[in-house]
Each structure stands twice: as C-alpha cells, then as structure tokens.
Nanobody, 124 residues
Framework: QEQLVESGGGLVQAGGSLRLSCAAS????????MGWFRQAPGKEREFVSA????????YYADSVKGRFTISRDNAKNTVYLQMNSLKPEDTAVYYC?????????????????WGKGTLVTVSS
C-alpha cells in the first residue's frame, strides 16, 4: 500500500515557478505509474501529468505542455512536478496519485492511491 504526501505548494506571482514533490512510503514505488492532477474551486479534478513506473514515457495535459515537467527518483520514492511560467489559471489544489502498472495513467478513476493535496495559488 502506498501513502503519498505532497509538498511544495504556495503562493507565486504569474510567470514564476514552483516545484512540487510527492513522497511515497510504500516499498513498491517503482511498480507504480505516478500522476499529478489538480482541482480548482468549483471544477472537476483534471489530469495534469503522468510518468510511467520506469520514468520513461511522460504525459502532459495540453494546458501545461511546455511549461511543466514531471520526473521521478525511484531510489528516493519521490515524484516531482516542476512548474514554470505559471499562470493564474494554474491555481488549484494539486494531487499526487499512484496506479499499479507501467503505463502512464491519465484518468483519475484509474488511480489506486491519492495524496491529500497541496495548494498552488498564482497571483496576477
């Protein structure tokens, strides 16, 4: 069983950068594909980015492509989301999630475990 804890959220001005981290406590982290999702007030949770269990293929929502980068360190049981050129519309609670298997899962319903989220606020 994986327990996920996000960190790194905060308040940043438009155009700024943040790096989110998600630490997993289980012993089988390398068997899980990892994803980042976000939920803005009054909106549904949406896919942001995903990475396969090996750290090979990565996936991005069109809205963040070219600005966000996902990576993972299986030795540290951690996945990261580097967010650059942030926009006010990126404001949301960001959730880390894990899905057993090698593929990059992009549907929230496919995920097995979730963190509690970290708030990212981008001011204009």
């Amino acid at each position: 069983q994986e327990q996920l804890v996000e960190s790194g959220g905060g308040l940043v001005q438009a155009g700024g950068s943040l790096r989110l981290s998600c630490a997993a406590s289980g012993r089988t982290f390398s068997r899980y594909s990892m994803g980042w999702f976000r939920q803005a007030p009054g909106k549904e949770r949406e896919f942001v980015s995903a990475i396969s269990s090996s750290g090979g293929p990565t996936y991005y929502a069109d809205s963040v492509k070219g600005r966000f980068t996902i990576s993972r360190d299986n030795a540290k049981n951690t996945v990261y989301l580097q967010m650059n050129s942030l926009k006010p519309e990126d404001t949301a609670v960001y959730y880390c999630a894990a899905a057993y298997g090698s593929s990059g899962f992009t549907n929230p319903r496919q995920m097995d475990y979730w963190g509690k989220g970290t708030l990212v606020t981008v001011s204009s």
